[in-house]
T-cell receptor, first 112, second 113 residues
């Protein structure tokens, strides 16, 4: 069974640009969550999608948004990038039958 | 609010030493508890979990017991290997349909031969 797939693995963007990251969950998993990991703030929850609906949202500005498609694949978008958005962005999928989450390898975003 | 506190690292051990990484939590309800491990350049891997008080999670020689009375979930391993060198994260989440993990700051473990 394939794991969680995130693309791209690495990304370099310029301040003010926008970026879209993609996540394909484990087959059959309907919940997808996104996390930001930085050395200063650690792992922080961004949002969770289930059946194409955002169910939960963390404390991030509106520049961070996401969506989920009918096949459970998810994308997150960050607009008007700031230097502080440089981070590892992790996607996790959850089967719904238990609380454990399975993570992808992440997308390393660098804003210059 | 809900939170997780882990002992600060780095933790440096010799191979075959005993490992303990402390984790305590603050929560309004009865969460599930997890340990995740992150190897360099990788995402997070679920190491073990416990979903109710007194449950013991175990995997690959690692163990942790859900202690409601002390709100703790300490990670232990009897004999560490160099390959265990990684960052370990303690986390909690609540059931009920909202899959949000709250993580501790992480503890870096370095094991030397």
């Amino acid at each position: 069974k394939a794991g969680v797939t995130q693309t791209p693995r690495y990304l370099i963007k310029t301040r003010g640009q926008q970026v879209t990251l993609s996540c394909s969950p484990i087959s059959g998993h309907r919940s997808v969550s996104w996390y930001q990991q930085t050395p200063g703030q650690g792992l922080q929850f961004l949002f969770e999608y289930f059946s194409e609906t955002q169910r939960n949202k963390g404390n991030f500005p509106g520049r961070f948004s996401g969506r989920q498609f009918s096949n459970s694949r998810s994308e997150m978008n960050v607009s008007t990038l700031e230097l502080g958005d440089s981070a590892l962005y992790l996607c996790a999928s959850t089967p719904g039958t238990g609380p454990e989450a399975f993570f992808g390898q992440g997308t390393r975003l660098t804003v210059v | 609010g809900d939170s997780v506190t882990q002992m600060e690292g780095p933790v440096t051990l010799s191979e075959e030493a005993f490992l303990t990484i402390n984790c305590t939590y603050t929560a309004t309800g009865y969460p599930s508890l997890f340990w995740y491990v992150q190897y360099p350049g990788e995402g997070l891997q679920l190491l073990l979990k416990a979903t109710k008080a007194d449950d013991k999670g175990s995997n690959k020689g690692f163990e942790a017991t859900y202690r409601k009375e002390t709100t703790s979930f300490h990670l232990e391993k009897g004999s560490v290997q160099v390959s265990d060198s990684a960052v370990y994260f303690c986390a909690l989440s609540f059931s009920g349909g909202y899959n949000k993990l709250i993580f501790g700051a992480g503890t870096r473990l370095a094991v030397h031969p």
